[in-house]
């Protein structure tokens, strides 16, 4: 009886052990001990990934690369202009004496038709009088060209229409021309590079002005600092430095937007003097003859140039096609920045001409340049006789 007690002490005893290790043991870990251990065993190699498959057996499988992932591509850096070598300005005005001619003959043709009237009644030099002034010659140029023309006529007596033409021709020449030197001051003197100061109203074609004439000063085999003082337009200084990239000339322009113009002046200014340039281009921003904030930082950039040298030309540029407004513009720049030249841009389109006459009057200094197209090298030097013959038609 004894024995029977003892066995089922030992049978609950032995019960009891295995049911309270199941109970201490955490839940999801049954049977796992060996592959646990196997996990911590630091001491051989990791398996790679590659040689496993998903059951985590360590048996090699094929898997497929991971994906390319694209990235967009950045954005190719513009390409450089290729360096041009710009043909000599000498005889350019001749080469675009056809264009001119075309644009500006209907003037010259009206007054040859007048003049060639049989009779030249009042009624007559009335209209010669009207012509003059709708082509943008002025009042009183056009009451001086018609009263010399009508005294002419009387002495002369002219009739033919080569002698008309011939007359009208010299009137006109007479009118045109001035005492002043058309030529421009952009040799470099006294150990230092000539300065040209570049100005004028919005649209009037600065920027392009200053590059077409760095193309024909290189042409000349001068050497040319360009200064992007125009820092209010964003794309002014990209242009301008277009322009320079394809002659070779240097352009110094600031990081910043809207900079000091006249900073950026006085620095193209001692670049030049470094490198010893033959000359030194400034544009300046386009602003309206009317606002007294802008025109008084115009003559800011021309004192602080002057703070290191002289300018030796100050071009204000034109719009040949606005006619008597552009006198109006002209005379508010010649007083902030004494005008020195001319530059009548679009003379090639609906311009009347006469405004050479008018501007020259008014300011008194010579027109310079023209330009007569929309090409590079449609800037010329500006030539009485040529210009007079092309509205002559010839």
Not at 167 to 181: D, H, K, N, P, W
Not at 233 to 242: F, G, M, S
Not at 306 to 330: F, I, M, Y
């Amino acid at each position: 009886m004894l024995e029977y007690i003892i066995l089922i002490v030992v049978v609950g005893v032995l019960l009891l052990g295995v049911g309270g290790s199941m109970l201490l043991r955490p839940r999801g870990m049954h049977g796992v001990r060996r592959g646990r251990a196997r996990e911590l065993d630091l001491t051989g190699p990791m398996p790679k990934a590659s040689e496993q498959n998903s059951s985590g057996t360590g048996t090699a499988t094929a898997t497929a690369p991971p994906p390319t992932i694209e990235r967009p591509a950045e954005p190719a850096a513009p390409p450089r202009p290729s360096l041009e070598k710009p043909p000599p300005s000498a005889g350019r005005m001749v080469r675009l004496r056809a264009r001119l001619a075309r644009s500006q003959s209907g003037f010259g043709t009206a007054l040859l038709v007048l003049l060639s009237r049989d009779r030249l009644d009042d009624d007559t030099w009335d209209e010669i009088e009207e012509v003059l002034i709708t082509a943008d010659v002025g009042v009183t140029p056009a009451r001086q060209i018609t009263s010399d023309l009508q005294t002419r006529v009387k002495v002369e007596g002219a009739k033919t229409p080569d002698e008309v033409r011939a007359m009208l021709r010299a009137e006109l020449l007479a009118q045109v021309e001035t005492e002043a030197s058309r030529a421009l001051r952009t040799q470099r003197h006294e150990g230092r590079p000539a300065v040209v100061l570049v100005v004028g109203v919005n649209g009037t074609g600065k920027t392009t002005t200053c590059g077409k004439l760095a193309r024909s000063l290189v042409g000349d085999g001068e050497t040319v600092v360009l200064g992007a003082a125009d820092t209010f337009r964003a794309a002014a200084a990209d242009q301008l430095q277009t322009w320079g990239e394809r002659v070779g000339a240097k352009v110094v322009r600031s990081d910043k937007d809207q900079a000091d113009p006249a900073s950026v002046a006085f620095d193209a200014v001692a670049i030049g003097i470094e490198q010893e340039a033959d000359v030194v281009l400034i544009d300046t921003a386009g602003r309206l003859h009317t606002k007294n904030d802008l025109m008084d930082e115009l003559g800011k950039v021309k004192r602080v140039i002057e703070k290191r040298t002289s300018v030796d030309e100050v071009l204000l540029v034109l719009d040949a096609t606005t006619g008597q407004n552009g006198l109006r513009q002209a005379r508010v720049f010649a007083e902030v920045v004494d005008v020195t030249g001319i530059v009548l841009t679009k003379l090639d389109g609906t311009a009347k001409g006469g405004i050479v006459i008018a501007v020259q009057r008014e300011l008194g200094v010579p027109v310079k340049l023209v330009g007569l197209g929309e090409g590079p090298d449609d800037l010329a030097p500006f030539d009485p006789a040529t210009f007079v013959d092309a509205i002559l038609g010839g």
